[in-house]
């Protein structure tokens, strides 16, 4: 998917498109082989996902990453997938309830977004955030979708942190 196609497509799109394949593949899939890709994106690897055919018969390639250096405590499958799940979650009811969806670009006309979804969860009573990143801008008209462990420090306090565990404005 190139830069052009994913700026075409409405960010609700994108983002169900992109929530949809991250629960076929950790979600849906059995466990042996969600935990075999989520083995694979822990040490570093970008992952396959899978290609989706759009609307124009183009052929958009999604390629999945985790990036885990900001994680508190021991990162293991259990607790990856908590975080998944509670993004997934977070981010299908803010499609569900149609919020405004805050999106942070990279700079200097980068092709990386942030999506201004957090998921935060504990881990041995030490908070974690997970993020949704997407990197559209690579060779070969792919998508990465990067899951990212932010450093919750930034958090504390504020509304998005509150927001993302399930309190109301």
Known sequence: MTSSQVQAMPQEKFLLVAI?????????????EAKRLYSDISDGSVVHLTDVKLADDS?????VSLAHDEYRGSLNYGAFRASLTTLIGNISRALSEEKELRVFNALHGGS?????????THEDEKPNVMVL???????????????????PE?????????????EED
């Open 20 to 32: 949809n394949l991250l629960h076929a593949a950790f979600v849906e899939a059995t466990r042996t």
């Open 59 to 63: 052929i958009a390639r999604f390629d």
């Open 133 to 151: 990143a997407a990197d559209t801008g690579q060779e070969g008209a792919r998508t990465t979708l990067q899951l990212m462990y932010l450093d």
């Open 112 to 120: 990386a977004m942030i999506f201004g979804v957090t998921a935060v």
């Open 154 to 166: 930034q958090f504390l306090g504020s509304k998005a942190a509150g927001a993302a565990e399930g």
